[in-house]
């Protein structure tokens, strides 16, 4: 037989194939030819003459699909700790919004900023990701909001992609708020959006996703539709900031658009949670965005669970409502705050997070032919990912079959 390149034995394998919870399969092995899993069951079925260049022993740890933060704003200049202090003070994350700071302090900082110094800005968030096993991550733009300064973001996403292992999709949310200059125009701003930023930055492979924030302090559902319609017209997908702060009618408009996702959802309806299902797009859950503005309304999870709709869970790394760079963190929270049981917050992000990118053939599980992207865990069961609060029981990471320390030599 061939020999494989990589072959991890005394391992547990969580797959989230199957049918059981985590697609749990004990004292396992795994292996690895060409950047790809080609061989996965129990070490004792393993074929007598296999071999390895390179074998590990995982001494009894987890072996699971690399983690997938299928929603960030992780490229951005600046931070908003005095936001934060105001809000401690009694004003509203929407309040500020309107009064012109909070997203639109961010677009100054991050158009002040060159390609390099985002890039520098955002590798330290990057590489915290990464270094609790995070091997896919999208990011967006939307700081920007003109097109040489979401060029400058794209670009930065893609430079990141390319400097580090980690697998970066890119999401252009030009669509995310009305840029100063644009003030009482918002119909002229996404007429830009459609007709010269999406065009532009789309022909230059900067593009793999479109998103737009349909919110009443951001645009509304026809203006969405807008964005939505410019991007089909391009074969790009789509998803939504949905249902975040209230109930537009945002996710039923994304299922209409056959979207991949749509994100937030703590004002869901049943009609828009039932849209969702029938187009059988993801819900993306963020519970870092509801426990920083100490939001009250719970996405409603009992109802997607029993529709059968995908939920995944992901950062939502962002300076204005989740200064988050922990995906475990997120883990945690989606089990404590939204009550999803570990299996489920895990699935998501992995297998769900995967098909909330439209990568779900080829990432997100572990089954023969998906690329090897892999963690190993010292834990004894999976659920301990999410369980443990500002601990990371990574040991090991593997990006498309090539092994990468963790710890701290897995910073970056
Ligand atoms: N929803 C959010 O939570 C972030 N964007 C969005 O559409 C917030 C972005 C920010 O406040 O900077
Ligand atoms: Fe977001």
Avoid at 258 to 265: N, P, R, W
Wanted: charged share 20%; aromatic share 6%.
């Amino acid at each position: 037989m061939a020999a494989w390149d990589l072959l991890f034995r005394r391992v547990h394998l969580a797959t989230f194939a199957g049918s059981e919870p985590y697609g749990t399969l004990r004292d396992g092995a795994l292996a690895v030819r060409a950047g790809r899993i080609v061989w996965l069951g129990a070490e004792r079925d393993l074929p007598r003459e296999a071999r390895a260049a390179q074998e590990i022993d995982g001494a009894g740890g987890w072996l699971l699909p690399g983690l997938i933060d299928c929603h960030t704003h992780l490229v951005h200049a600046g931070n908003r700790a005095r936001e934060f202090e105001l809000r401690l003070q009694g004003a509203s994350y929407e309040e500020i919004a309107r009064a012109g700071g909070g997203i639109r302090a961010t677009v100054a900082a991050t158009r002040a900023a060159d390609e390099a110094a985002l890039v520098a800005a955002s590798r330290p968030r990057l590489a915290r990701l990464m270094a609790e096993g995070v091997t896919t991550v999208e990011i967006k733009s939307g700081y920007g909001l003109e097109l040489s300064a979401e060029r400058r973001m794209l670009r930065a996403a893609r430079a990141l992609g390319e400097t580090a292992p980690v697998r970066v999709t890119t999401t252009f949310l030009g669509a995310h708020a009305l840029p100063p200059e644009y003030d009482g125009r918002a119909d002229a701003y996404i007429a830009e959006v459609c007709d010269v930023m999406l065009p532009a930055l789309y022909r230059e492979g900067l593009v793999d996703a479109v998103d737009a924030f349909c919110e009443r302090i951001a645009f509304s559902p026809a203006q969405t539709e807008a964005v939505f319609r410019a991007a089909r017209a391009l074969g790009l997908p789509v998803r939504l900031h949905a249902e975040q702060l209230s109930d537009s009618g945002g996710a039923a408009l994304a299922a209409r658009h056959g979207a991949l996702c749509a994100d937030h959802l703590e004002h869901l309806s049943e009609a828009g949670a039932a849209a969702l299902a029938a187009a059988g797009s993801v819900a993306v859950l963020l519970p870092g965005a509801f426990y920083f503005l100490r939001e009250t309304h719970l996405p409603p999870v009992a109802r997607l669970r029993a529709l059968g709709v995908p939920i995944a869970i992901a950062t939502d790394c962002n300076p204005g409502t989740s200064p988050l760079s922990s995906l475990l963190l997120a883990l945690n929270m989606a089990c404590v705050l939204f009550r999803l049981a570990p299996a489920e917050a895990l699935a998501g992000v992995t297998r769900n997070a995967a098909r909330a990118l439209g990568r779900g053939d080829d990432l997100g599980t572990l089954e023969a032919g998906k690329l090897a992207d892999l963690g190993l865990w010292n834990v004894d069961t999976p659920a301990e990912l999410c369980y443990h609060l500002g601990y990371n029981p990574l040991a090991l990471r593997v990006f498309g079959g090539q092994i990468s320390g963790a710890g701290d030599a897995a910073q970056g």
